[in-house]
């Protein structure tokens, strides 16, 4: 079956340092990946997506590149600020199926400092 | 925007009772869904439904039911709740989308079972 694999953190790190949060899934066919975001407080808001291998998704300097050979889709930002704590989960969803639900990872807890 | 609607932010209900929770959802979006959320498990699907008195069960569908009786609504339902269901439970709906099947989340019901 489909799986998500994501550090789980809590990540801790200064305001204006450089992110990485890795993923990597298992899954049959040709899924599409998407990061989302949870703001304390709030449901999940899409943060960026790919659709096919070597897309790049990105959204408020946020990016993340599709790579089918090692089955990745790691999140990245130049330069964190404080704004930016929230918990981030890696989806990905089976383009096999037409109304199935994403299969997540389990969240990544940020945090920044100032 | 999309936009989806949760009945309540907070829930607290005691064990054995009938608890409703309801999701509506504005952008005519024929699937909608049912997670919930544990702090180290992450988001896990419960029901899916991808029209109107149609249902699916997902990863986790003992102990719950659903309803679709209008395209815009989907509700899900505790016959007898347990304080093992106290968790976090997310709603989302999504187009039919054959390219990312990407999927939008509302705010999130609290529920606490005692």
């Known amino acids: 079956g489909n799986s998500v694999t994501q550090m789980e953190g809590p990540v801790t790190l200064s305001e204006e340092a450089f992110l990485t949060i890795n993923c990597t899934y298992t899954a049959t066919g040709y899924p599409s990946l998407f990061w989302y975001v949870q703001y304390p407080g709030e449901g999940l808001q899409l943060l960026l997506k790919a659709t096919k291998a070597d897309d790049k998704g990105s959204n408020k300097g946020f990016e993340a590149t599709y790579r089918k050979e090692t089955t990745s889709f790691h999140l990245e930002k130049g330069s964190v600020q404080v704004s930016d704590s929230a918990v981030y989960f890696c989806?990905?969803?089976?383009?096999?199926?037409?109304?199935?639900?994403?299969?997540f990872g389990k969240g990544t807890h940020l945090i920044i400092q100032p | 925007d999309v936009k989806v609607t949760q009945s309540s932010r907070y829930l607290v209900k005691r064990t054995g009772e009938k608890v409703f929770l309801e999701c509506v959802q504005d952008m005519d979006h024929e699937n909608m869904f049912w997670y919930r959320q544990d702090p180290g498990l992450g988001l896990r699907l419960i029901y899916f439904?991808?029209?109107?008195?149609?249902?699916e069960k997902g990863d986790i569908p003992e102990g719950y039911s659903v309803s679709r009786e209008k395209k815009e609504r989907f509700s899900l339902i505790l016959e007898s709740a347990s304080t093992n269901q106290t968790s976090m439970y997310l709603c989302?709906?999504?187009?039919?989308?054959?390219?990312?099947?990407?999927?939008?989340f509302g705010p999130g019901t609290r529920l606490t079972v005692t």
């Open positions: 989302a709906s999504s187009p039919v989308d054959r390219v990312s099947y990407e999927q939008y």
């Open positions: 989806a990905l969803s089976d383009s096999g199926g037409g109304a199935d639900g994403l299969t």
């Open positions: 439904s991808y029209d109107v008195k149609m249902k």
